[in-house]
């Protein structure tokens, strides 16, 4: 992470573009968002499901249970959202998805 920082802070004045990709997924940030009911809707049901990332999961549901404690009615309407925890299934995704790759470049050979 320091290396990383470095070499950010070496480059960002001459080439401040590209630097933004020596950034690590390790230097989170804080951000705002402004969200009517709809695309609250549809971010908490579409980024809760059991295949996202567990970073936009959390955040997913934590927001289903914050609009839920302020407005019940409505947080209890979002029918999709998806407060389980999928352990490693993202995990056998990917090891599903690497078999089909290698299964592919064995045909291609």
Do not use: T
């Not at 001459?14 to 804080?30: T, V």
């Not at 955040?59 to 309407?77: D, F, S, T, W, Y």
């Not at 490693?88 to 045909?107: F, H, N, P, Q």
């Amino acid at each position: 992470m320091d290396r990383a920082d470095q070499a950010y802070q070496q480059n960002e004045k001459e080439f401040p573009y590209q630097a933004q990709y020596l950034a690590c997924h390790g230097h989170f940030g804080r951000w705002r968002i402004k969200l009517n009911l709809r695309e609250a809707y549809h971010l908490c049901e579409l980024r809760s499901s059991s295949q996202g990332h567990p970073n936009y999961r959390r955040v997913a549901q934590e927001m289903h249970r914050l609009i839920k404690e302020v407005h019940p009615i409505l947080g209890n309407a979002m029918k999709y959202v998806d407060m389980s925890d999928p352990g490693l299934e993202r995990l056998s995704a990917e090891v599903r998805k690497e078999d089909k790759l290698k299964m592919i470049g064995k045909k291609s050979d």
